[in-house]
């Protein structure tokens, strides 16, 4: 981990010829506010064309983690205040920066150490060289808070061996290093105590590949592999309800304790969840984002968003009141309904080629 600096929430500067960037709010894991993605986009924006800066490196100050997602309880704030404009404002720019992280023309190593969740991996996992750690925790926790997996998140679970994302983004698991790169959220595995040499090295010659070839070892074992035959035949199915039924029905207990798992978190989030997951297989990122947008909003407009929050972050009883309260009472209407959200676009469109 980086040490913390006081002043700014993120340190932006230039250390020989990369562009360092440090997300500086280590008491609350990094977690993202609105003044940090700006800090970011600026600084991209100022490296991007500039030749004295042949790279980019991310990491987090402090010994938690890079990320621990995006400051939700400020948006569930917005949103009990009837500014939820301002809540969407703030995921609209939070894509936008997760689309430029993906296609950003220079390289960029992100160190996800520690904790990498929600807006983490959003800032991380769309880099060109991703890098976990003995201490990684990689997740898409949005269903724990009746929010669907966003950031670009459905696009990277989508493309995950079988159906070992859908798994992950319906259920919030948490992916440890291992997995993390069997499910292609990272790609390298770096010790810990090998972290300080790696920047080192980093910053010294400007070349983040070289350097991660240098010090990356094999990663340990995750237990996705293990799992994977249970998850192809019990995922396989248009609803989560009809998933949820195959997973307690299955012999294998893991299956069986996925499925009680599945029941405490939102019914509709995980239903709009995995509808959100299917339509981005094949897709762009954009396309993903977009999709996520109109998802995110149609959910940050029902109670289980908020109810969410209070239950895993405000008052932390861990015992939200979903409404509705099962799978069985969700309503295909309603998911639909917030699947095709009315949102603006994210991204221009294409110009046109001119005709004569």
């Known amino acids: 981990m980086t040490t913390a ?39 991209l924006a100022a490296w991007e064309h500039d030749p004295a800066v042949s790279a980019v490196l991310l990491d987090g100050a402090g010994d938690r983690g890079l990320c621990a997602g995006a400051d939700v309880r400020a948006l569930r704030s917005a949103v009990l205040d009837g ?15 997760n689309a430029r992280i993906a296609e950003y023309p220079k390289p960029v190593l992100a160190i996800m150490d520690g904790i990498t969740m929600g807006g983490g991996v959003g800032l991380s996992a769309h880099a060109s060289l991703r890098v976990v750690t003995e201490r990684s925790r990689v997740a898409m926790p949005e269903t724990r808070i009746g929010f669907v997996p966003d950031v670009g998140g459905s696009h ?23 997995d993390a790169i069997y499910t292609g959220l ?3 595995f770096v010790p810990a105590e090998s972290l300080p040499a790696l920047t080192a090295a980093v910053l010294e010659d400007g070349d ?24 192809e035949e ?50 762009t990122l954009r396309e993903a984002l977009q999709q996520e947008l109109r998802s995110g909003t149609g959910l940050a407009a029902r109670a289980d968003f908020t109810e969410g929050i209070r239950a ?45």
């Open 5 to 43: 600096q006081r002043g700014t929430s993120v340190l932006a500067r230039v250390e020989g010829r990369v562009g360092h960037l440090t997300l500086n709010r280590p008491s609350a894991i990094n977690a993202l506010d609105a003044p940090m993605l700006t800090a970011v986009g600026a600084a």
């Open 83 to 97: 500014e939820a404009a301002r809540a969407l404002d703030f995921l609209r720019q939070e894509y936008q920066l």
């Open 156 to 178: 990277l679970l989508a493309r995950a061996p079988g159906l070992t994302g859908v798994h992950l983004g319906v259920t919030a698991a948490v992916a440890g290093p291992g």
């Open 186 to 188: 990272a790609d390298h």
């Open 208 to 231: 983040p590949a070289g350097a991660v070839r240098a010090l990356a070892v094999a990663p340990p074992a995750g237990e996705l592999v293990g799992h994977r035959a249970w998850i």
């Open 234 to 283: 019990c995922y396989d199915a248009p609803t989560v309800l009809a998933v949820v039924r195959r997973l307690a029905a299955h012999p294998h207990p893991a299956a069986r304790q996925t499925a009680e798992v599945i029941r405490s978190l939102s019914p509709t989030a995980v239903e709009v969840a995995l509808a959100t997951l299917t339509r981005a297989r094949g897709g």
């Open 312 to 356: 895993q972050l405000v008052d932390k009883d861990r015992r939200p009141r979903w409404d509705p309260p099962t799978l069985e009472q969700v309503d295909p209407a309603v998911v639909a309904a917030v699947l095709d959200t009315d949102v603006p676009p994210l991204f221009p469109a294409p110009e046109q080629p001119r005709t004569a």
